[in-house]
């Protein structure tokens, strides 16, 4: 298939113009977003058409036509030319320009590669002018570019800075700047911008980033359409992750814990949370053919060989030999006195802090990874799949100290304990711990306890009603949606939810028509990820007392988990047995 051509519809233009498509049957627009819609290079010898607005003739499409544009479909190049054509660099941005310049950023990876963008940049920067007006021109094409590269690296943050390849090209496009700013001062403004944002202030910075060393193959990465997820680097020794270190079969100690955490690190956090001598214990390596592997105080516990190993376990050193773990619920007999002897309200602001944490450090293109890649694990999306599992933890914490206490009376005291704390994650605005507690009480194994709810206060019974039918799943989550949009930020929204929009959309609509890019269905996908940002407009700051801070934080950091179904229902049943 030739080139695509673009096919505007703009109310300035004359009647003459709109003869081309007087008999083209056009869809009609039905999003809200920049109005354009490209065709084949054979559909039309011009390459500009166009449907008169003050047109006086009774035409259905012109009278539902906006002044606004409307992106229907469109090459890559296409969409992109017609974005830097369009780009105002007036101080107050046209907002339909900037949210068609923020889908364009946020989903150009799904139908282009880094490379190809670079080098169309590089190109349309580059571009020569036949006219009068020429130097006007070419400064005007390079600011835009400028901009555009200003608002990619805002986007991306660290993305693009951790990968070598583009820091070249932003480096190229920076050194190509400082030899045109002696031609065209008015560069000058957008080059201290961008000297600011790439953090560089002397010219020698990029000497070795010279035009002449780059090459096409640099600009590769970020790429869905191709590599649909490419290693974004290693992770740095002070970043955090999760880690499970099981305790028995079935149940773990989540542990949120630093890359360069050695064995003693994790095992004194494990010691504390089990209560347990940490000099009884040792740290084990498992791995899924059955070899185990202790590791000594000093060893690195999150490193490359751990990560093909099974599990993490702790075991007994006295049984070193046999190396047998110990014994399910052994160690849980006073966990409930605990968890009772915290104040609920700060144990949810505590909660909330952890969610805060991860959900403030996921970057919303990781939901495009998420997405397209069908892939949850990658390292485009770690700070997503953290939350992701975080969720999944609260939840069969909630199930697990409920399971694990035997006495009844104690154990309607943590369900109201848990009932009072999801109250306070509504009212502080973080929907996805209130969720999980609440999955987490509805639980088959807590919700089967009947001699438990039979002892629930009704007040008690009566408000764990009303928070459910905030999680009621009928006509697409409604009252959850209500709720949530009258919250105002910041707010923490339960991402499986917005993940199943975006999926939603992403599975209901091809992202390409006749080998042209859908940008109606990237508009809508963009729009669901924006989301994000409107959240965290602001910032929480939850405050309490430094010494109840630490407590409730090694707590919540912590969380005891068991993690199989199966292991849930039995305790359910020995506390409980079915009459």
Same mark, same amino acid.
């Given at each position: 298939?030739? $080139?695509?051509r673009?096919?505007?519809?703009?109310?300035?233009?004359?009647?003459?113009?709109?003869?081309?498509?007087?008999?083209?049957?056009?869809?009609?627009?039905?999003?809200?977003?920049?109005?354009?819609?490209?065709?084949?290079?054979?559909?039309?010898?011009? !390459?500009?058409? $166009?449907?008169?607005?003050?047109?006086?003739?009774?035409?259905?499409?012109?009278?539902?036509?906006?002044?606004?544009?409307?992106?229907?479909? !469109? &090459?890559?190049?296409?969409?992109?030319?017609?974005?830097l054509?369009d780009?105002?660099?007036?101080? =107050?941005?046209?907002?339909?320009t900037?949210t068609?310049?923020?889908?364009?950023?946020l989903?150009?990876t799904?139908?282009? &590669?880094?490379d190809?963008?670079?080098?169309?940049?590089?190109?349309?920067?580059?571009?020569?002018? @036949?006219?009068? *007006?020429?130097?006007? *021109?070419?400064?005007?094409?390079?600011?835009?570019?400028?901009?555009?590269?200003?608002?990619?690296?805002?986007l991306?943050?660290?993305?693009l800075?951790? *990968?070598?390849?583009?820091?070249?090209?932003?480096?190229?496009?920076y050194?190509?700047?400082?030899?045109d700013?002696?031609?065209?001062?008015?560069l000058?403004?957008?080059?201290?911008?961008?000297?600011?944002?790439?953090?560089?202030?002397?010219?020698?910075?990029? *000497?070795?980033?010279s035009?002449?060393?780059k090459?096409?193959?640099?600009?590769?990465?970020?790429?869905?359409?191709?590599?649909?997820? @490419? /290693?974004r680097?290693?992770?740095?020794?002070?970043?955090?992750?999760?880690?499970?270190?099981? +305790?028995?079969?079935?149940?773990?100690?989540?542990?949120?814990?630093? =890359?360069?955490?050695?064995? @003693?690190?994790?095992?004194? =956090?494990?010691?504390?949370?089990?209560? /347990?001598?940490?000099?009884?214990?040792?740290?084990?390596a498992?791995t899924?053919?059955?070899?185990?592997?202790?590791?000594?105080?000093?060893d690195?516990?999150?490193?490359? #060989?751990?990560?093909?190993?099974?599990?993490m376990h702790?075991?007994?050193?006295?049984?070193?030999?046999t190396?047998?773990?110990?014994?399910?619920n052994?160690?849980s007999?006073?966990?409930?006195?605990?968890?009772l002897?915290?104040?609920?309200?700060?144990?949810?602001?505590?909660?909330?802090?952890?969610?805060?944490?991860?959900?403030?450090?996921?970057?919303e293109?990781?939901?495009?990874?998420?997405?397209?890649?069908?892939?949850?694990?990658g390292?485009?999306?770690?700070?997503?799949?953290?939350?992701?599992?975080?969720?999944?933890?609260?939840?069969?914490? =909630?199930?697990?100290?409920?399971?694990?206490c035997?006495?009844? !009376?104690?154990?309607?005291?943590?369900?109201?304990?848990?009932?009072? +704390?999801?109250?306070?994650?509504?009212?502080?605005?973080?929907?996805?711990?209130?969720?999980?507690?609440?999955m !987490?009480?509805? &639980?088959a194994?807590?919700?089967?306890?009947?001699?438990?709810?039979?002892?629930?206060p009704?007040?008690?019974?009566?408000?764990?009603?009303?928070?459910?039918s905030?999680?009621?799943?009928?006509l697409?989550?409604k009252?959850?949606?209500?709720?949530?949009?009258?919250?105002?930020? #910041?707010k923490?929204?339960?991402?499986?939810?917005?993940l199943?929009?975006v &999926?939603?959309?992403?599975?209901?609509?091809?992202?390409?028509?006749?080998?042209?890019?859908?940008f109606?269905?990237?508009?809508?996908?963009?729009?669901?990820?924006r989301?994000?940002?409107?959240?965290?407009?602001?910032?929480?700051g939850?405050e309490?007392?430094?010494?109840?801070?630490?407590?409730?934080?090694?707590?919540?950091?912590?969380?005891?988990?068991?993690? $199989? @179904?199966?292991?849930?229902?039995?305790?359910?049943?020995?506390?409980?047995?079915?009459?």
């Open positions: 298939m030739g $080139s695509s673009l096919r505007v519809f703009d109310p300035h233009l004359g009647r003459k113009d709109s003869a081309a498509l007087a008999d083209r049957e056009l869809p009609l627009p039905t999003f809200d977003v920049p109005y354009f819609k490209y065709i084949d290079e054979e559909d039309e010898d011009d !390459g500009w058409s $166009s449907r008169s607005q003050s047109s006086t003739e009774d035409d259905s499409v012109d009278s539902l036509i906006s002044d606004r544009y409307v992106v229907v479909s !469109g &090459t890559p190049e296409k969409i992109l030319e017609h974005l054509n780009l105002h660099l007036e101080e =107050v941005q046209d907002k339909e900037e068609l310049l923020d889908d364009f950023l989903t150009y799904v139908f282009m &590669t880094t190809d963008l670079c080098q169309a940049l590089l190109s349309y920067s580059a571009k020569k002018y @036949q006219g009068k *007006d020429e130097n006007s *021109d070419v400064s005007c094409r390079k600011r835009k570019v400028l901009h555009l590269v200003s608002q990619w690296i805002s991306y943050k660290d993305w800075h951790e *990968d070598e390849h583009s820091k070249m090209f932003l480096k190229t496009i050194r190509n700047v400082l030899d700013v002696y031609e065209y001062p008015i000058e403004k957008e080059l201290k911008e961008f000297q600011k944002i790439l953090g560089m202030h002397r010219r020698h910075t990029v *000497d070795e980033y035009p002449q060393k090459n096409k193959a640099l600009f590769h990465q970020f790429s869905l359409k191709e590599n649909w997820l @490419q /290693h680097g290693t992770v740095t020794e002070t970043e955090e992750i999760f880690c499970h270190v099981y +305790i028995t079969e079935h149940s773990y100690v989540s542990v949120k814990a630093k =890359v360069s955490s050695t064995a @003693q690190e994790i095992l004194k =956090v494990v010691a504390e949370k089990i209560q /347990h001598a940490e000099e009884d214990l040792a740290l084990v498992v899924f053919s059955g070899e185990k592997h202790e590791l000594q105080p000093n690195l516990a999150i490193s490359k #060989p751990l990560d093909a190993a099974g599990r702790v075991y007994r050193k006295d049984l070193a030999d190396l047998n773990p110990l014994a399910e052994e160690e007999q006073q966990r409930s006195m605990r968890i002897g915290m104040n609920t309200w700060d144990l949810a602001l505590e909660l909330m802090n952890f969610d805060w944490c991860l959900f403030n450090s996921i970057h293109q990781e939901l495009i990874y998420f997405t397209f890649s069908r892939q949850g694990n390292e485009h999306t770690v700070n997503l799949s953290l939350l992701l599992q975080r969720c999944n933890e609260v939840q069969l914490w =909630v199930a697990t100290e409920i399971l694990l035997s006495q009844l !009376g104690k154990r309607v005291q943590l369900v109201k304990k848990f009932i009072k +704390i999801a109250a306070h994650c509504k009212a502080q605005r973080n929907l996805n711990s209130f969720f999980a507690i609440v !987490g009480l509805n &639980t194994s807590v919700s089967r306890l009947s001699q438990t709810w039979e002892k629930i009704g007040k008690f019974k009566k408000l764990f009603s009303e928070l459910e905030l999680t009621d799943p009928s697409n989550h009252a959850y949606r209500d709720a949530f949009k009258k919250m105002k930020p #910041p923490i929204p339960f991402m499986p939810l917005l199943k929009d &999926t939603f959309i992403h599975e209901g609509n091809k992202t390409f028509l006749d080998n042209l890019v859908n109606e269905k990237l508009h809508m996908i963009a729009d669901t990820v989301t994000l940002r409107h959240c965290r407009t602001n910032q929480f939850g309490m007392s430094p010494k109840e801070h630490q407590e409730l934080k090694s707590y919540v950091n912590h969380l005891y988990v068991i993690d $199989s @179904q199966q292991a849930l229902f039995e305790l359910s049943h020995r506390i409980e047995p079915r009459v």
